[in-house]
């Protein structure tokens, strides 16, 4: 009989519990299925994942999915009421304030529990940005599934991951360069593509 | 596609053979003796990508026997096969390979392109592992539209190959590739580059058609 | 036994092998092309766009409004409108002369038959067609069809799925009749006004 769903909040309050100084956030999903995930921190993750899987409420030991999401460099403009001298007089003015949002890359994990039948919990963990800063903590080593979806990531959006045994392309070949499923991915030119020539009008 | 025997020759020939059969003689010429070989026992190779592939092998089963034409056998080494049936969507990944597959197998061969993804790409053709046909590599010799094809449209495919062969001419400038000395039966395998397959197609097989916009 | 199950498949295959020369059920093989199997009459292939009358030029449905062009997901059809309107040769729209197109092409190399372009074109001018031996050695002059390779009469379409195109039939018989409904009710309630123009012209969107 399943009991009453696993929120996010209680699998936070467990996690910081479990693992001292793991910084967790609970990022909710407002769309209708209201899947929220948690983002784990780089240094914890491992201890973290290991904890979702060992522990006998939780017991999360099946990861069905690993998956990538690609987050642009975005700007955030905002309507702001500023008091500002206009010809002599101080007038309160509505300003756009734009901020520069850094992008980053993501991989997000669906865990489910074969044992106890509950899931899915989300946990997704973010790099820095996107051109340097691009290493995670492979949770291989906790569920053995995540070797290949961690490679797909790797080969598809180009996000390392540390302490993964054996990572390599996996769709793509080897000496491919670039990362396809990047937003800012431009497929090869095709000038003798003949539908896709009369697509765009010439 | 060259619609058949043509020229005076053939007529007369023809004439001369109807008249022989209604006494009795059966004769033949050693072009229809070969062409009629070659056309009868084709063996393709085991080559399956994707979802055509089932469809292929439906053709083989009991309901729509391939095995009626002659394509007995599906062989498992290039070395001994006649024909591939190029059945799904060929990844760029997949390509050298199958030029490889294509440059062992032994003349006379052939090649069928069966379903919209190995003539064109199909519905996936904006893939960024998906090449728009494998015509851009080696040449096709039927080439079977759908999404999949029925087994009977496989059928029908088959059958426009034996016609093709029936064609060919033992001797002339028409004869086929095989007998050609000068020209070539293996074709440049691409090689992976950093953003794409080098070279994206080969000029010499590739001939498409340059669209005018107006 | 040791071997009985070996036994029991050895003796269905041979049911299947001497029951095939005595009972038609047995033998399931279809001699392509000399038996075909009936297809059901939901089998379809690729588009064709219907013609009405016995001019596929003047009489084809289709006014080049694009939608299947812009919702087919592989992108297959190629549509060039017209800049002038054709006059309405078939009557089915009502004697209002409409654009045509001018170049309508589909790639069928690339088409995968999702039918989409049938379920969204509003006017009931592109159909799926169910034959499917079009194998052939030249990619682009045979695997592209052009708007005259596509026209279709609309005998053709009620030969090979005749329900629907019973249906077909009524929808544009009733958009007709509401079409023609709509100006002659407005000329008979204001009779002094010139409103059968105005109303004319909004009822043919």
């Not at chain 2, 050693?30 to 053709?59: D, H, Q």
């Amino acid at each position: 009989m399943r009991a009453e769903p696993i929120t996010a909040e209680q699998v936070k309050a467990a996690i910081e519990a479990a693992v001292p100084g793991c910084r967790v956030q609970v990022l909710a999903n407002a769309s209708p299925s209201g899947q929220h995930s948690l983002i784990l921190d780089h240094e914890h993750a491992a201890e973290a994942a290991r904890f979702l899987r060992d522990d006998p409420t939780l017991r999360l030991d099946y990861c069905s999915n690993a998956t990538g999401v690609d987050w642009l460099d975005s700007e955030l403009s905002e309507k702001v009421k500023v008091k500002k001298l206009v010809d002599g007089a101080e007038t309160e003015v509505e300003e756009v304030r734009k901020t520069k949002v850094p992008g980053y890359l993501e991989a997000v994990y669906h865990l489910y529990s074969v044992e106890k039948k509950h899931g899915p919990v989300i946990v997704r963990m973010r790099t820095g940005d996107r051109k340097e800063d691009v290493h995670l903590p492979s949770l291989t080593g906790v569920w053995r599934s995540a070797e290949f979806q961690e490679r797909e990531i790797f080969d598809l959006y180009g996000v390392i991951f540390d302490g993964h045994p054996d990572l390599r392309r996996l769709l793509m070949w080897d000496e491919f360069k670039d990362y396809p499923m990047r937003k800012d991915y431009v497929p090869p030119a095709d000038d003798d593509d003949l539908v896709g020539a009369e697509r765009s009008g010439g | 596609m060259r619609a058949g025997l043509g020229g005076v020759m053939d007529e007369e020939l023809k004439n001369l053979k109807a008249e022989l059969s209604k006494h009795g003689v059966f004769t033949t010429t050693f072009e229809e003796l070969y062409n009629w070989g070659r056309k009868n026992s084709v063996w393709p190779l085991t080559f399956g990508l994707a979802c055509c592939a089932i469809e292929m092998i439906a053709t083989t089963m009991a309901r729509y026997d391939l095995a009626r034409f002659g394509a007995e056998v599906f062989r498992a080494s290039p070395r001994q096969a006649d024909l591939i049936i190029v059945s799904g969507t060929v990844t760029k990944k997949m390509a050298p390979q199958v030029v490889r597959l294509y440059n062992q197998m032994p003349e006379p061969k052939y090649v069928i392109a069966m379903g919209a993804c190995a003539i064109s790409g199909g519905p996936f053709r904006d893939g960024y592992n998906v090449l728009k046909g494998i015509d851009r590599y080696i040449p096709v010799d039927v080439h079977i539209p759908g999404c999949p094809p029925r087994p009977e449209a496989l059928i029908d495919a088959f059958m426009t190959l034996q016609k093709k062969i029936d064609a060919q001419q033992l001797t002339g400038e028409d004869r086929p590739r095989h007998l050609k000395e000068d020209l070539p039966s293996e074709f440049p395998v691409p090689e992976y580059g950093e953003h794409d397959l080098e070279p994206p197609n080969n000029a010499e097989v590739w001939n498409p058609l340059k669209v005018i916009q107006k | 036994m040791l071997g009985i199950g070996i036994i029991q498949g050895l003796v269905e295959t041979a049911r299947n092998f001497f029951g095939s020369y005595t009972s038609k059920q047995r033998l399931t093989t279809v001699q392509f092309p000399d038996e075909r199997l009936i297809q059901p009459e939901a089998a379809r292939v690729f588009p064709f766009l219907v013609y009405d009358t016995d001019d596929w030029e003047k009489g084809l449905r289709c006014v080049a409004c694009k939608i299947c062009e812009v919702e087919c997901p592989p992108q297959c059809i190629s549509i060039t409108k017209s800049a002038d309107k054709k006059p309405d040769y078939s009557g089915i729209y009502s004697g209002k002369p409409q654009f045509y197109p001018e170049k309508f092409d589909i790639d069928v190399s690339v088409c995968m038959s999702c039918q989409i372009c049938v379920e969204v074109c509003p006017f009931e001018a592109i159909k799926m067609d169910n034959a499917f031996e079009l194998s052939t050695d030249d990619r682009f002059g045979g695997l592209m069809w052009d708007k005259q390779r596509l026209a279709m009469p609309n005998s053709h379409y009620q030969a090979i799925h005749p329900t629907d195109a019973a249906e077909s039939d009524a929808a544009l018989a009733e958009k007709k009749a509401k079409a023609e409904a709509k100006p002659a009710a407005a000329a008979a309630a204001a009779p002094a006004k010139p409103a059968p123009e105005k109303a004319g012209a909004a009822t043919e969107r």
